[in-house]
């Protein structure tokens, strides 16, 4: 089965997102992928991946992954929170990784832990064994 996997970035992770998700672009192309609004559209335009858009975060974005996740529809999340910039959504972005931590779903929230979930991820997609 595809791995469903969520990608959201605060602006200023934006680019960091990107960078790693073009690392990881050739098994991201074989997943389910959904993400908010402005992450999803840079990786749409500057990656070439087909991806789920939600709302932009602050417009409820991360509540509709939240639902998403807690519906089962989702194996991982890479959320880069900004954690130098407040936020007007910050409500929502807790309740969103309360979510995965209540469904027990993998959430990275920077990009080394990102790049061991999709490592982890892809290593298990073609059957190898880590
Ligand atoms: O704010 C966000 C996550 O909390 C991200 O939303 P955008 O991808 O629309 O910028």
Redesign the pocket.
Known sequence: MKARIAL????KK?DEMIALAGQYVEFLRGCTLC??????GRLVNELGLTVERKH???FG??LQIGAMLVEGQIDAVI?LRDPMTP?P?EP??NALVRACDVHNVACATNPASGHMLLSHLRERQTGGVL
Not at 8 to 11: P, W
């Open positions: 959201i970035a605060h602006d934006k993400a908010t609004g402005t992450t999803g932009s975060g602050p974005g991360d959320f936020q959504h929502d972005i």
